[in-house]
């Protein structure tokens, strides 16, 4: 069960509707996010809600038997959305694009990057400073240093920045640059992480799993939002299993699946998702047509020379048709 509160309640009416949900053997657990306050209540007793409902200082009351109660669907009418600031938004009508190299590796190519992005009106670009890589000996960025001049590119061409944070010591460094958190396949159950990330004020973009299930990825989104930030944005990537021809298995099942468990915003990663450049605008077009909010792929003005991850990274004229082919297949959805 969730009970919202009503704003600014004096203490004595909320220890008084504690109070009421204890006495029918429900516990309750306070969480106050950047829009709202909850209780959250746990129990097996069979009650009539409206009992709650009446209570002074209650704003609404839903029953949830999910036990990811505050990402569930079944106490929100509609979809929430997740504004990156300066009219960019990911979830509602619009297709949410986003961008940009596996690793910022120089200047240069973040400039390059950037306006390619702009000329085609995309207004996200991501790219890692901090890498998480299978092996020690691999490229794993530029750390704060290139932060600084990936800021500095999108800025002044009003694009905003999604980065992969991995551990919780680099949230402050990270905060003045950084529109969009980003908690990777790796980190996805670093719980350490994500209540970190709840209790700071920037939308979180959160990948499932290398092998993680659906469940797995809304209990995560639950730590971050039950820690007090309700900007969540989820990312299908792909899931390891046996098949050796590509990359990963993207699942296009759980972009449907998600939209009907939750109300955040689900978003694709075609290129992580299968891992071959050939076949990331096929994943991205069937994600579209699946309903996704957003599609998030690598660019580079020569993969073949990136530092990381060239083999599914487009370069500008693939990316150009991309865009072209994913706006006109939302316009005829």
Known sequence: MIIQIKPQLPETQRSRIVGRVKLLGYHSTPVRTQHGEYLICIGKAEIDIRQIGSLPGVADVH???????LV???????????????GVTIGGDEIALMAGPCSIESEEQVERIADHLQKHQIKIMRGGVFKPRSSPYAFRGLGLD??????????????????EVMQASQIEELYPYVDLFQ???????????????????KPVLLKRGISGTIEELLYSAEYVFSAGNEAIVLCERGIR?????????????????????THLPVIADPSHGVGIRDYVAGIALAAVAAGADGVIYEVHPSPEE???DGQQTLNFQESA????????LKSVL
């Open 63 to 69: 029953r949830v038997s999910d036990q990811f109660k």
């Open 72 to 86: 569930s669907g079944k106490w929100k009418l509609g979809y929430s959305a997740v504004s990156l600031g300066e």
């Open 146 to 163: 290139g932060m600084k001049f990936f800021y500095e590119a999108c800025r002044k061409r009003g694009i905003r920045i999604v980065t």
């Open 183 to 201: 908690v990777g396949a790796r980190n996805t159950q670093n719980f350490n992480l994500l209540d970190a990330l709840g209790k700071c004020a």
């Open 241 to 261: 299993t046996f098949e050796t021809a590509y990359r990963n298995t993207f699942d296009v099942n759980a972009i449907q699946v998600l939209k009907d468990k």
């Open 306 to 308: 990136a530092l990381s």
């Open 321 to 328: 048709a991309l865009i072209n082919k994913i706006r006109h």
